[in-house]
């Protein structure tokens, strides 16, 4: 497993953007697709988008499709989020996970998980 810390959430106005920064301890970041996943209050955790080892394939849920885009650093043990045309119902908490299983989205196959960094976008 892997220790992940989210960092870089915060308020932003509909229509603006944010970036999420997922630090990964030790080397084995490199070993892990890794993932975002957002929940709200009383609602289950919605998977956002995953990559690959290397960072060449991604995949997003509909939702986040031409607004979101996943990256990874594996030098430097980093995941990213960037966040476009944010809407009001992108208000969540977003985490950073870490699987086995490349094309999953249930988050029952994340093994690790970071504690999460509270997004609010205002209308």
């Known amino acids: 497993q892997v220790q992940l810390v989210e960092s870089g959430g915060g308020l932003v106005q509909a229509g603006g953007s944010l970036r999420l920064s997922c630090a990964a301890s030790?080397?084995?970041?490199?070993?892990?697709?890794m993932g975002w996943f957002r929940q709200t209050p009383g609602k289950e955790r919605e998977f956002v988008a995953a990559?690959?080892?290397?960072?060449?394939?991604?995949y997003y849920a509909d939702s986040m499709k031409g607004r979101f885009t996943i990256s990874r650093d594996n030098a430097n043990y980093m995941v990213y989020l960037q966040m476009n045309s944010l809407k009001p119902e992108d208000t969540a908490v977003y985490y950073c996970?870490?699987?086995?299983?490349?094309?999953?989205?249930?988050?029952?196959?994340?093994?690790?998980w970071g504690q999460g960094t509270q997004v609010t976008v205002s209308s």
């Open positions: 996970a870490a699987t086995n299983g490349y094309g999953t989205t249930r988050s029952n196959d994340f093994h690790s």
């Open positions: 030790g080397r084995t970041m490199s070993m892990y697709i």
């Open positions: 990559i690959s080892w290397s960072g060449t394939s991604t």
